[in-house]
């Protein structure tokens, strides 16, 4: 039992290295697969779950010790009919083994539903626990996790621990009890025997063993070869209009036959060596069962033992060889499981990089005057994006931002809605540290849209009112109207009530971002930032847009970044900048009397010169 527990957990950490050997881009300590699955274990057996398991334990306990005592009243029973004995004794026995049998029944009917709602519920927490915990996390965290990793963690990741709790741990427990049972009856009857029945759990080791040896490494191929396949599809699909626009869809579809064509190869080989245990641990078990009868039979002919005991033990041979080919089969999503485990718990165990001052104070709202002193800042390390930002924006002021690709726009922003932290210099926003200033307070003073309008697949109301808790749908009508975009909703197949698709990608970019101005209205923050908002539309529409935005700004202190000048001119003054500086700062008017940068860029679009054409200054496009 302690050697085949042994070489279980030394397989066990074998072949589970060599699978996270294939996600290489998780950090791999090698030795922490015990801590991985004590805490995998912990969802599932601590806290509020404790008494469940408790109780799911007991009753497995007492369920796998009736049927463990089973063979030994139908040997009684076959003694009693050897020895021509008693009608009566005969009945007590076979009473008792119906006895066994039906508590073994009850008892697991019970401990099952304890144990499948303790795995379901102890995934469904350990994935709360996840998602609960990516919400906390700061948005440079997503920046060196890409999406797609996130996601693989959520779905993927989550499936193979829910398989792992399902079937791996309910299974397992089952199968360790089942053989402590069934040996410590045997040895109780007579051990001589025991040692003999035994001899099919070593037997089995080695034949399950080597058909891991064989299978593990086909499965492991034909889950890479699967998650290929299926990145493949879903890359095809989101590029549909990309294949389709260059009618590659032979190169698609022959690519996909190729990669399916692999897939079914190597998943033949890998299913046919599993499919082989079967038929295996069928015969070696006759084997055990032949041994016992065969030996016991000489120690019956010898005189030493009861027929009855040798036909027990032979049921023993069954009740040994089921536990330890079940728990070599459940090997492999054993250790799925624990690197699934492990690549969850790096992302649970990921602090967030910017988290509230703990002397934190709300933000209060003075107007909206916002001073920036020497600001530096970096994404990464030792690659400065900002240098030396020092400005002041007196409240109500509406301030434009311009500037050449990479010059920092964006990230001007970041810093400001702090969704990262500056590495040296102040911001003061009315007066307070941005730094000591609760991130809730913050974001709900300052509204921001953004270019990629971002809608959920949800109503174009539940949109809307995603914006403040408590909104109600008056309000948001009424700010649909404000925005301009009440009519074309109106227009929609349900109106208020027709559900986006993803992302919205069912409306036009101008109509999304009509609501996602409404949006704005709704949450009517303090503070306003725009973000490229009127990009890529009609002029029309932009106009509309132009007017919403118009409404939304008034009297606020804002900030809009644009490339097209025109949208920017009217504001209080227009910041430029170049390469992570501030080049010049002023009004419209000032800057262009002043023929510098500003200057150069506004003549370029207007009239179609590049900069540094001839009526305007030299200057270089400097990107951060
Ligand atoms: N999350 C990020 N991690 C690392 N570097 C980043 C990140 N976001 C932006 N950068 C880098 O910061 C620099 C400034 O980018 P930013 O988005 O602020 O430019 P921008 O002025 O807004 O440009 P655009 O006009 O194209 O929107 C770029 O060099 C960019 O590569
Ligand atoms: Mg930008």
């Known amino acids: 039992m302690t050697a085949a ?19 290489a881009q998780v950090i791999h300590k090698p030795d922490d697969t015990t801590q991985v699955l004590k805490r995998l274990l912990t969802y599932m057996t601590a806290d509020e779950a404790k008494g469940k398991f408790t109780v799911a334990m007991i009753l497995r306990v007492l369920a796998l010790f009736g049927l463990s005592i089973l063979p030994g009243f139908t040997g009684k029973a076959i003694d009693v009919i050897t020895v021509n004995g008693a009608e009566s004794e005969l009945q007590k026995w076979v009473f008792l ?13 019970g401990a099952d539903r304890l144990f499948a709602d303790l795995a379901t519920r102890a995934s469904y927490k350990l994935q709360k626990h996840l998602f609960s915990h990516m919400q906390l996390l700061s948005l440079s965290f997503f920046d060196r996790h890409g999406r797609g990793e996130l996601m693989s963690r959520l779905t993927n990741d989550s499936e193979v621990i829910a398989l792992f709790y399902e079937s791996v741990v309910i299974q397992i427990i089952r199968a360790l009890v089942q053989i402590v049972l069934a040996f410590a009856v045997m040895l109780f009857i007579d051990w001589r025997l025991m040692i003999v029945a035994s001899l099919i759990v070593p037997a089995m080791l080695i034949v399950m063993y080597i058909s891991n040896r064989i299978a593990g490494p086909a499965f492991a191929k034909l889950q890479q070869d699967l998650s290929d396949l299926s990145g493949f599809q879903e ?17 698609a579809d022959e690519k996909h036959t190729h990669m399916a064509a692999t897939v079914f190869d190597v998943g033949s080989k890998a299913f046919f060596t599993s499919l082989l245990q079967y038929p295996l641990t069928q015969s070696f078990t006759y084997m055990g069962i032949v041994t016992v009868l065969v030996v016991g039979g000489l120690m019956v002919m010898s005189d030493n033992i009861a027929l009855g005991t040798v036909i027990a033990f032979s049921g023993y041979v069954g009740l040994l060889a089921k536990p330890v080919s079940t728990i070599s089969n459940l090997m492999g ?20 990089e910017i988290v509230d001052d703990p002397d934190a104070t709300d933000y209060e709202f003075k107007g909206g005057h916002i001073v920036l002193k020497d600001v530096d800042f970096s994404y990464i390390p030792g690659r400065k994006i900002l240098r030396h930002n020092t400005f002041e924006v007196q409240p109500g002021e509406s301030v434009g931002i311009c500037g050449p690709t990479g010059a920092g726009k964006s990230t001007l922003i970041n810093i400001l809605t702090r969704y990262y932290d500056i590495d040296s210099g102040t911001i003061l926003i009315d007066g307070q540290d941005l730094k000591k200033l609760t991130r809730d307070s913050l974001r709900t003073q300052i509204g921001v849209v953004l270019q990629e309008a971002f809608l959920f697949s949800d109503t174009v109301m539940n949109n809307l009112k995603y914006a403040r808790k408590g909104a109600t749908a008056e309000e948001c009508i009424a700010a649909a109207k404000k925005a301009n975009a009440h009519d074309f909703i109106m227009r929609l ?20 971002q009509m609501i996602t101005i409404a949006r704005a209205m709704v949450a009517d923050p303090k503070l306003l930032i725009l973000d490229e908002a009127t990009s890529n539309v009609d002029t029309r529409t932009e106009k509309l847009i132009q007017e919403a935005l118009g409404k939304l700004m ?9 490339h097209r000048l025109a949208t920017i001119r009217g504001s209080s003054w227009i910041m430029v900048m170049n390469g992570g500086v501030i080049v010049e700062m002023g009004p419209h008017d000032e800057l262009m009397a002043k023929k510098g940068f500003y200057y150069a860029l506004y003549m370029s679009q207007f009239k179609g010169k590049a900069p540094g054409g001839s009526e305007a200054a030299s200057v270089d496009f400097v990107s951060t």
Do not use: C
């Not at 890359?235 to 190169?251: A, P, T, Y």
């Not at 606020?556 to 644009?562: C, E, L, R």
């Open 5 to 23: 527990t042994a070489t279980t957990t030394k397989q066990w950490k074998k072949q589970e290295d060599k699978v996270t050997e294939e996600h």
């Open 97 to 109: 083994a119906l006895a066994a049998g039906a508590l073994y029944l009850l008892l697991s009917l």
């Open 235 to 251: 890359e095809s699909l989101s590029g549909m209009k990309v294949i389709i626009s260059n009618r590659r869809q032979d190169w």
């Open 333 to 352: 999503t054993a250790f799925n499981g624990i690197a699934g485990g492990r690549r969850v718990f790096s992302i649970i165990d990921a602090e967030p």
């Open 493 to 512: 197949p349900q109106g208020y009530d027709t559900v986006l698709t993803e992302r919205g990608a069912s409306l036009s970019q101008g109509q999304r």
């Open 554 to 562: 008034e009297g606020k202190t804002s900030f809009s970044i644009a």
